[in-house]
Nanobody, 128 residues
Framework: QVQLVESGGGLVQAGDSLRLSCAASGRTFSSYAMGWFRQAPGKEREFVAA????????HYGDSVKGRFTISRDNAKNTVSLQMNSLKPEDTAVYYC?????????????????????WGQGTQVTVSS
């Protein structure tokens, strides 16, 4: 079991930057591949970024590639999402999630259905 708490959301203008953090507690954080997802009103939850247990592999959704960066600090039990050049279409509730990939240290997980634990979400609003 792992508990996830996101922070860092807020209201920003287009072109600004924002950094989201997700703090994990419970079972060993390094046992989990991590991901960020987002959900805008009236839309399905969509994949944003993922990082392997070791932190050596990352993957991004097409809409954020080149603007967002996912990272993790296994010593501090945190995963972060640096968001640059924000656009109004980035407005959504952002969720972090954890996936137990067993012995696979380098696996990244894109499918939200494979994630075992979710945070409560943090709102990001980008005004034009």
């Amino acid at each position: 079991q792992v508990q996830l708490v996101e922070s860092g959301g807020g209201l920003v203008q287009a072109g600004d930057s924002l950094r989201l953090s997700c703090a994990a507690s419970g079972r060993t954080f390094s046992s989990y591949a991590m991901g960020w997802f987002r959900q805008a009103p009236g839309k399905e939850r969509e994949f944003v970024a993922a990082i392997s247990r070791s932190g050596t592999r990352t993957h991004y959704g097409d809409s954020v590639k080149g603007r967002f960066t996912i990272s993790r600090d296994n010593a501090k039990n945190t995963v972060s999402l640096q968001m640059n050049s924000l656009k109004p279409e980035d407005t959504a509730v952002y969720y972090c999630a954890a996936c137990d990939t067993g012995i696979m240290q380098y696996t990244i997980v894109v499918d939200l259905g494979r994630y075992d634990f979710w945070g409560q979400g943090t709102q990001v609003t980008v005004s034009s």
